[in-house]
């Protein structure tokens, strides 16, 4: 009986499709990629054709070695990486490793599945492919091009900038994206604009509300309150005529089932959950979890696809479930049929559950948390992209009035009733802003007829403004980075990853805004490199690696049109690239300790305003910074609270703070972004180790009793809880707090006596083994008094405070 060896990227995978193969089948993991080109070395002879270097990845050869072994003893090895450019690359680097130089060694085939079910297994297994060298050298393409760009631009962002940094021709063009929006939002001049709402009573509620649509046929343009006034001047006292009612039926159709990026933005707008930890928990789904009986079991398909086909058997299984489960109305005559991408690769599937039975409810008891959250989010989005379309009834209200002036306006109100809620009984697509058919919902319209006059209410005009473009969320950039044709969704997680380890960008408020470090280093690069950091040239690049795949094109003659290019953009750069460094920029500050001039000069922590009289004036001061938030008041003065003394801007290891002019004699800080530090109160109660007075103090953990003759005395009170120490007797328990700010109580005798405890202790004796305290617990089915003997089980409610 022939032996077989099988080799897929990870263990759960491995034991996930060992389980269908049987006992002639060994199932090996390599862990990902086991050669790639090495970390200190280029690796790439530009001039014999772009021929890369691999070697065998750092800490690989032992893995290899026994994966050697285990193919001297089998008649196939069967390569099982993952359906895509990455897992083929991976599957002919094996080859190269494991196949014998004479040529009598075991057949090596490739096997491919988007999903890891028996059956899917099984069909793989039956008709086993060779290597595909296309898909290989569309990996290799990319790579090879990432090289070249990282190691020829990182070094001159090393010289001109700080060691460290690092330039990648995609995650330059998601920053760029980044630094243009942030300019944007700076550059953005609001405009003044008024809407006109009525509110009108018909024969039967609800009330009437309309809003202002038309002016003498014209969409109004009321820039100014005192237009606003002139309209409602002119429509005083005038009659509301309903012009016309119409009904149309307006049906809402399901939307596809996920693919990488439309999963990676729904996740991130429905489930907070960022790039990287979505594809995280896809991968678990993928390759298999525990399910009971059944044992390891793929969840998902494959998770890294960009189409949205799907097979013909698990249409079958989505429809039978549908009239199951929801009935006949829910279920469309024909199964529904999506148009993907013209780029899309359809020999993968869309995002879907391996099983339509499988319901997340029969999965709870087996998934983690978040993976619950995921596969429900997958179930439900592939179940109703197999539904019927949800039909709503829209209704639009004209009313008709004519000013004083003769001037006629047009007042419009618009609602939808849901009549049938198909899809949406399953799931209904997150957005990124509200739109019409939200509004058209929220509004409830009674019945009126054709010339009826309505009642006046009231009116009401309200100003508004014009607001910038929003900055970037996860799921928006994704968005956006899709639409330009930008990288592909499987390399997201990692870009979005990159720029925020480089410090290039932060997250504020979950959305992306560019560092003073991150818009240098974009304008640099766009300063040299300005057509290889473009939008439109990044998408073709992403264009030719499809070619590749496709057989259309050799990849090194790809390589070359875009070195040609390269290389005489980075002649010009080594020469003419801006010296962040050392360059300094002239202010209008003069030095208020020397007299001499001021300029701006870039340090480790970024930009800052020095004294040109260097080294013998060392006077130095922060950036006034331009911020998108409302800048009416950065020009305030801020005082520091304890002493008076004026306040400044200064950078730390942790970001931006003020601080008081005073150090060292007044270390008074804030952190930006939080709240003013209260001012220390002081007491009555004196210090027992100086005699000065004790103060209220607030401290990052909350406020705390300490003596205001700090530095000099450093007494600080300690927060009794009347429990005498049950370890050494002699000690009183005292609350106190861990490096991370969490509360704790331990012994004041420390480090003599090492008694901790969690629960707060409790002046009371248990009533059944006499402990000397009992602890305070919360619980879900309440809050108790409990004796901290764990063999001890009293427990009693807590009594509880009233708040006068």
């Not at 057509?531 to 070619?547: G, S």
Request: charged residues 30%; hydrophobic residues 35%; glycine residues 8%.
């Amino acid at each position: 009986m022939s032996k077989n060896l099988v080799i897929v990227e990870s263990p759960a995978k491995a034991k996930t499709i060992g389980k269908y193969l049987g006992k002639n089948f060994v199932v090996k993991a390599s862990l990902g990629h086991v050669k790639d080109l090495p970390k200190n070395d280029l690796a790439v002879d530009v001039e014999r054709g772009f021929e890369p270097t691999y070697e065998v990845i750092e800490g690989k050869k032992k893995l290899i070695g026994e994966l050697k072994a285990a193919a001297k003893g089998a008649d196939n090895i069967y390569l099982a990486a993952d359906p895509d450019r990455e897992g083929e690359a991976i599957c002919y680097h094996l080859q190269e490793e494991l196949q014998s130089k004479s040529g009598k060694g075991p057949a090596i085939h490739r096997v491919m599945f988007n999903e890891i079910t028996a059956n899917a297994v099984r069909k793989a297994f039956e008709k086993p492919l060779p290597v595909n060298t296309s898909l290989v050298d569309a990996q290799q393409a990319r790579r090879v091009l990432d090289r070249l760009v990282g190691y020829k631009i990182s070094p001159l962002l090393w010289d001109k900038v700080r060691r460290g940094l690092s330039a990648g021709r995609v995650q330059t063009v998601a920053l760029r994206l980044i630094v243009d929006r942030e300019r944007e939002i700076l550059a953005f001049e609001k405009e003044e604009y008024w809407t006109i709402d009525v509110a009108l009573n018909a024969k039967k509620p609800p009330v009437l509300k309309a809003r202002l649509a038309k002016i003498a046929g014209e969409n109004p343009k009321i820039g100014n309150q005192a237009a606003a006034d002139g309209v409602v001047a002119d429509i005083n006292g005038t009659a509301y005529v309903v012009q016309s009612v119409g009904t149309k039926e307006k049906k809402r159709n399901a939307v596809p089932p996920f693919i990488t990026s439309t999963l990676q933005q729904e996740a991130a707008r429905k489930l907070r959950f960022s790039v990287k930890r979505t594809m995280m928990i896809a991968q678990r789904l993928y390759e298999g979890i525990e399910i009971g009986e059944e044992g390891a079991v793929g969840l998902i398909t494959y998770m890294r696809t960009d189409s949205v086909r799907v097979a013909e058997d698990a249409l079958d299984d989505a429809r039978n479930f549908i009239a199951e489960r929801y009935g006949p109305p829910y279920l469309p005559e024909k199964p529904n049929v999506y148009r993907g991408k013209k780029d899309a690769q359809d020999a993968h599937e869309a995002i879907r559950p391996t099983g339509a039975f499988r319901t997340p409810e029969s999965m709870e008891k087996f998934l983690q948390e978040d993976e619950l959250k995921l596969y429900r989010l997958i179930w439900m989005r592939f179940m109703a992209s197999q539904m019927m379309p949800a039909l709503f009834d829209q209704t639009s209200i004209d009313v008709a009035v004519t000013g004083k002036s003769k001037t006629t306006y047009l007042f419009r109100a618009t609602g939808s009733v849901m009549k049938f809620d198909g899809f949406l009984k399953v799931y209904e697509e997150g957005k990124d802003s509200k739109d019409e058919d939200d509004e058209e919902l929220k509004h409830k319209l009674p019945l009126v007829a054709q010339g009826e006059e309505l009642k006046f209410k009231s009116i009401e005009p309200e100003q508004h403004f014009t607001e910038p473009p929003p900055r970037y969320t996860e799921a928006t950039l994704v968005k956006e980075l899709e639409a330009n044709g930008v990288g592909r969704p499987s390399t997201y997680a990692s870009i979005l990853s990159t720029i925020q380890e480089r410090e290039y960008v932060k997250k504020e408020g979950g959305k992306f805004a560019p560092t003073e470090l991150g818009t240098v280093v974009t304008d640099l690069l766009l300063e040299s490199f300005g057509d290889i950091f473009d939008v439109l040239y990044t998408a073709r690049i992403e264009e030719r690696f499809d070619e590749i795949e496709e057989g259309a094109i050799d990849w090194r003659n790809a390589m070359g049109d875009f070195y040609d290019k390269f290389s005489v953009d980075l002649e010009r750069a080594a020469v003419h690239m801006t010296d962040i460094k050392r360059m300094e920029k002239p202010t209008d500050f003069v030095c208020d300790k020397c007299g001499k001039p001021m300029v701006i000069k870039w340090g480790k922590h970024g930009s800052f305003i020095a004294c040109t009289g260097y080294p013998e004036c060392t006077s130095t001061r922060e950036i006034p910074t331009t911020t998108t938030e409302d800048l009416g008041e950065q020009g305030e003065d801020e005082y520091c609270v304890n002493c008076g003394r004026p306040m400044v801007l200064k950078k730390g290891r942790f970001g931006q703070f003020m601080a008081c002019t005073g150090y060292p004699d007044c270390k008074t800080t804030r952190q930006l972004g939080q709240a003013e530090k209260k001012a220390d109160q002081k007491l009555d109660e004196l210090c027992p180790q100086c005699g000065n007075n004790l103060v209220m103090k607030s401290g990052r953990f909350g406020e705390f009793t300490a003596c205001s003759n700090y530095p000099s005395c450093k007494y600080v009170k300690q927060k009794l809880t009347g429990v005498k120490c049950p370890d050494c007797s002699e000690g009183d328990i005292i609350e106190r707090r861990s490096k991370r700010g969490k509360t704790f109580f331990g012994c004041n005798r420390y480090p003599k006596c090492e008694f901790v405890a969690w629960a707060k202790p409790v002046v009371k004796q248990c009533p059944d083994c006499a402990s000397p305290y009992l602890v305070e617990k919360y619980l879900k089915s309440g809050n108790f008094l409990q004796c901290p003997n764990n063999e001890c089980k009293y427990k009693e409610p807590m009594a509880e405070t009233v708040v006068a």
